[in-house]
């Protein structure tokens, strides 16, 4: 003979089904139920509830307990608030993390932007089949070995390239790769700032996020050059 009871834990919230046997038996043949069981099954479980014993019926109760939630003053990015009892949520509370604002996302658009027209300032220059690194470090050496050349009267400096290979650079050659990463810093700037510009008209969240530094813009109507 076996009988199922329902088991809660020290808060009263339901743990688990046990199966009572024989040996869970009195003499006079009545159930011996464990004073953390009752034999009235608790309500089907719901999403976000546990049932909790009251001592003569289950209650079901609200239970979020382990999610995070955020209070309507909270702005985006503000780290949730763990739950860590069993109830409702504070008043005005919300499992939904807070959205950035549109003009939050036009913001990290934009920093976004520049952070990648900075990268692609110190991207290598290609020159005269061979690649050269100009990040702030090397372009600085490049001037230094320019002013040695000419104030040495050397012919050409000796110069280990992007991929590690040998070339003898004139003072020309310098100036050369000078003019092609400034060239190539104007082009940056100025898409940086038609993109700002364009970015800061849209009126609509998705719009912005889609933007790239690669996205096609008329530079000179947007920024309208003279």
């Not at 909790?52 to 019926?57: E, P, Q, R, T």
């Not at 280990?160 to 940056?188: C, F, K, P, V, Y």
């Not at 849209?202 to 003279?226: G, Q, R």
């Amino acid at each position: 003979m076996n009988k199922i009871v329902y088991q809660f834990d020290e808060k009263k919230i339901f743990k688990t089904k046990l199966l009572l046997d024989d040996s869970d038996l009195s003499p006079s043949g009545k159930w011996n139920i464990p004073a953390d069981c009752t034999e009235i099954a608790p309500p089907a479980k719901k999403e976000n509830y546990v049932a909790v014993w009251n001592g003569s019926a289950w209650v079901e109760t609200e239970d979020y307990r382990k999610k995070e939630y955020w209070l309507s003053g909270d702005k985006y990015g503000t780290p949730g608030r763990e739950v860590k009892e069993i109830g409702p949520l504070p008043e005005g509370a919300t499992l939904t993390p807070p959205e950035q604002t549109l003009a939050e996302v036009k913001e990290a658009k934009i920093a976004e932007l520049k952070a990648e027209r900075d990268k692609r300032e110190q991207l290598p220059i290609e020159y005269n089949g061979a690649s050269y690194d100009y990040d702030l470090k090397s372009a600085f050496k490049l001037d230094k070995a320019r002013t040695r050349i000419r104030v040495r009267q050397l012919d050409n400096q000796p110069w280990i390239d992007a991929e590690s290979g040998i070339q003898a650079l004139t003072e020309t050659d310098i100036d050369q790769i000078d003019a092609l990463a400034a060239d190539r810093s104007n082009n940056l700037h100025m898409q940086y700032a038609a993109l700002k510009i364009y970015v800061e008209g849209l009126t609509d969240k998705e719009a912005v996020e889609a933007v790239t530094f690669d996205t096609e813009i008329d530079i000179a109507e947007t920024i309208n050059l003279p």
